[in-house]
């Protein structure tokens, strides 16, 4: 008998040295089946090894014990990385019992080799019974395969109790399978166009070739009581799609496996450029660019989350209970072109969409209702694509479905659903260049072409929200002349990106001009959809500007012109910023659009916001709220106020400001006042003290020091000298969120570092070696630095664009308080991993002297160059 050692020595050298070959023979290869092919042969050879070594010399031994393969390692498809799921199948008890110290053994020889094993033990009796809890088991059956021990158990299994479950319990295993699709999909914002996807989880992954393959096998199951052929699962024609896609994923998936040495599906930026250099997937191994291999990944992706949308929607038993009830609903909006029938939409005549009048009536009756195309309907399509390109629609008769289905309310799925079918380029020629383009800005989350889409789309959602914030943005949008203007605008203001040039703007009108004479619209009305894209990032800058200052408003309000165009911009900007991840458009921001909104319109009506004076402006709300709130401390207050600028008031509530006030006159007993509060996306800090040097950078740093990520900061002074910044971060380690005790240490830092009784460039030390060795920025970012003496009438404004990193805001306080600089006003953004700060400075109470101002450029300039 080998020793255990021995054996172990001896599987650990095999596996090693196959799973070496397996790989050199991918890299020359790229053969994606070969490689999970032999991987899974290798794995199942090592399993049988310990199976005669430790439970019985003969394979086909001992009898009521059987050793079963599932799930990935059942259907042979063991990636290089891949868990291994096994079954060790009992006959009852007796043998479980009899068997369990054996069963860890084994187990434990796996897992030696460090492979990743998922054991399930379970007596025959057991997988008869559906669990809801435990779904996976039992869609893993679907894929069990014989591996060793007793044969007539594993038959038993296989060809009885598996059929006899389906058949009893196909309806809740099809639901459970579906919801649980439909909750992955919605995790990744049911969309394939994201700039790194998951090659396994992402809709129209790995997991939904598995998951159409499943749900087509249930459904056979239960129509023919027993296991059909594996190749009747799918039609010849969804054939001639899935199997090159599943093709491209196999290698995919390998790829990124050997690449990454460990069970890693994400498809990063530096992943695709090497897959592209590799031509992995590609015919014959050709070399790509990155974006066009992209483009051959996408196309793949889309064939496979069709196929398996499709069975969704056309299996009942997939259907939720609510989908269930509008299905019904739904099928009473057939007319004389279309029927609805289970929520799919069917030509009643399939010749008739020949004419392109009819198709796109089909597409505006899509955007109504917000239905799906049947297979049959999509074929037909394809089928007369090629007479539609020889003379598409253009022009009036265009425009005039166009426009129609881009006012609807799934206008954004229509145009999904044209785009899928080439449709949709074939008619506005202008969109091919963002096809499923990918831009590596670190920003963005989705192609460019599928941002176009989800930002028409969250326009439409704004009349379902039931935020009160997002009704106001609903309220404008209803009040709008022309809307299919600012959604035609928006469908194209990104086109730009698809064409060499510096500034993709400019590139979108040029593109916008072409489209608009094809589809001969009005003058008036091409002229504001030209506006619309030449300054759709007019007001996203603004937003880097002190929007409480009458000369920012007065400017934005002279580009924009008129309350119609205005309502347009807001719009526009609140939807292109919101679809470009979901987090990009924080409530914060969406607030300060709002305001900029509110003061432009204030503007165009010529009713400007004077600054407030606590003395003359009696009749002021938030003036008036204070006194009302604190009648004894009018003259405490108005003492406070004096010399804040008016973006303090329009910063913080009355409530707030009675805060500040208490804790300025708590400065006697002690003289840094620290209040710390968690706010619903971020943490927010707030200090009180007496000016000094250094004070907004040392702040900062400390909140560096800690691992926390500034968001937003404001910083205040009044007359009488006294400071009142905030900052807002994120709890990057969830030091503060996950110990409470932690807060009164986080706030004794702070204090420590403002006192001098703490080394601030001790802790930033430590805190940046160790994300030295955490973090490598994916995108270069040029550093700039914008200067504006000109924009405010008391401050200097200093622009910081630059490559975002801990420690960055403290590096460039610092700077400006070594030149003796006070930071009237702080305006922090990130996009990405780019930081766009923005600073309002003065010193003594006055513009930087222009000398200054070139000091603090070039100490600026080198110390945002600095590496460390």
Not at 148 to 174: N, W, Y
Not at 181 to 199: A, C, D
Not at 444 to 470: M, P, Y
Request: aromatic fraction near 8%.
């Amino acid at each position: 008998m080998t020793t255990a050692g021995s054996l172990s020595s001896e599987l650990r050298d095999l596996y090693s040295a196959e799973s070496a070959r397996i790989g050199q023979e991918f890299t020359s290869t790229g053969d994606g089946w070969a490689a999970i092919a032999q991987r899974t042969a290798l794995v199942e050879r090592i399993a049988l090894h310990l199976w005669r070594e430790i439970i019985s010399a003969e394979e086909s031994r001992p009898p009521s014990f059987s050793l079963v393969a599932l799930g990935g390692f059942g259907r042979r498809w063991l990636f290089p990385s891949s868990d291994i799921d096994l079954l060790f199948l009992h006959a009852d008890r007796d043998t479980e019992l009899a068997f369990k110290d054996r069963i860890r053994v084994f187990s434990q020889g796996l897992w030696d080799l460090r492979l990743r094993v998922s054991p399930a033990c379970r007596i025959l009796q057991e997988c008869d019974r559906f669990d809801r809890a435990n779904v996976e088991f039992a869609i893993s059956l679907l894929d069990c395969r014989y591996l060793a021990g007793d044969g007539d158990l594993f038959a038993r299994l296989h060809d009885k109790v598996i059929p006899k479950l389906i058949a009893r319990e196909t309806q809740s295993i099809v639901q459970s399978l579906a919801d649980m699709t439909r909750s992955r999909h919605e995790k990744f914002g049911n969309t394939i166009f994201h700039l790194e996807p998951n090659v396994k989880d992402t809709p129209g992954g790995l997991r939904d070739c598995n998951v159409a393959l499943w749900l087509s096998l249930l459904t056979s199951m239960d129509k023919l009581h027993d296991w059909p052929d594996p190749k009747s699962l799918l039609s010849p024609s969804t054939h001639k799609h899935f199997d090159p896609a599943l093709d491209f994923l196999m290698s995919v998936r390998c790829f990124l496996h050997l690449r990454y040495q460990r069970d890693d599906n994400l498809l990063s930026w530096e992943a695709q450029e090497e897959a592209a250099k590799r031509g992995i997937g590609v015919y014959e191994g050709h070399a790509v660019s990155a974006a066009d291999w992209m483009r051959i990944y996408f196309g793949h992706a889309g064939s496979i989350q069709r196929t398996a949308t499709q069975l969704l929607e056309e299996i009942p038993a997939a259907w939720s209970s609510l989908s269930r009830h509008f299905q019904h609903l739904r099928e009473r909006v057939s007319d004389t072109d279309f029927s609805v029938v289970d929520g799919l939409i069917f030509l009643r005549q399939g010749s008739a969409v020949q004419d392109p009048e009819v198709l796109l009536r089909l597409f505006h009756f899509l955007s109504v209702h917000g239905l799906r195309l049947s297979a049959t309907t999509e074929y037909k399509i394809e089928q007369v694509l090629p007479s539609v390109a020889a003379t598409p629609p253009r022009g009036a008769e265009l425009w005039l479905y166009l426009g129609e289905i881009l006012t609807q309310p799934h206008a954004a799925h229509a145009l999904r659903a044209m785009h899928a079918l080439r449709l949709l380029t074939l008619l506005l020629p202008e969109l091919k260049t963002i096809d499923a383009l990918v831009v590596r800005d670190f920003y963005h989350r989705f192609t460019v072409d599928e941002h176009s889409f989800l930002a028409i789309e969250s326009l439409h959602r704004l009349r379902q929200s039931h935020s009160e914030w997002e009704k106001q943005y609903a309220e404008i949008l209803n009040e709008l002349e022309q809307p299919e203007l600012l959604y035609l605008a928006l469908l194209l203001h990104d086109t730009g990106k698809g064409v060499p040039s510096d500034n993709h703007v400019e590139g979108s009108v040029a593109i916008a001009e072409e489209c608009l004479e094809r589809l001969d619209l009005e003058p008036s009305e091409g002229e504001t959809i030209l506006f619309l894209i030449a300054n759709h990032l007019e007001m996203s800058s603004a937003l880097r500007r002190d929007i409480f200052d009458s000369a920012t408003v007065a400017s934005f309000a002279d580009k924009v012109g008129t309350p119609e165009r205005l309502k347009m911009l807001c719009l526009f900007t609140y939807a292109d910023i919101k679809a470009v991840n979901p987090d990009a458009l924080t409530p914060w921001k969406a607030e300060n659009i709002w305001q900029l909104y509110i003061a432009a319109t204030n503007q165009l009506n010529r009713n400007v916001d004077q600054r407030l004076h606590p003395d003359a402006d009696l009749d002021d709300e938030k003036i008036f709220r204070l006194r009302t709130l604190a009648p004894v401390a009018g003259m405490k207050v108005k003492a406070f106020l004096e010399g804040l600028p008016q973006r303090y008031l329009r910063t913080y509530a009355a409530n707030e400001v009675l805060h500040h006030l208490e804790m300025a006159e708590a400065l006697g007993k002690h003289p840094i006042q620290v209040d710390l509060r968690r706010g619903r996306h971020w943490f927010e800090l707030t200090l009180v003290t007496n000016d000094r040097p250094f004070l907004f950078g040392r702040v900062a740093g400390t909140l560096a020091a800690w691992g926390m990520n500034i968001v937003k900061a404001t910083a205040f002074s009044n007359q009488a000298g006294t400071v009142v910044d905030t900052f807002y971060f994120t709890d990057r380690f969830r030091t503060l969120e996950l110990n409470l005790s932690e807060w009164e240490r986080f706030k004794n830092g702070v204090t420590g570092v403002l006192t001098g009784q703490t080394d601030l460039e001790r802790m930033l030390k430590s805190r940046m070696q160790a994300e030295e060795k955490r973090t490598t920025p994916k995108v270069k970012i040029k550093t700039s630095i914008q200067l504006d003496d000109q924009c405010s009438s008391s401050s200097t404004l200093v622009q910081v664009v630059t490559q975002d990193r801990p420690g960055l805001l403290y590096t460039v306080a610092s700077c400006f308080a070594h030149h003796k600089c006070d930071i009237e006003i702080a305006l922090i953004d990130t996009e990405g991993q780019m930081a766009i700060d923005v600073f309002y400075l003065t010193a003594n109470r006055k513009k930087l002297a222009r000398g200054q101002l070139k000091q603090v450029e070039s100490a600026l300039t080198e110390a945002l160059q600095s590496p460390s």
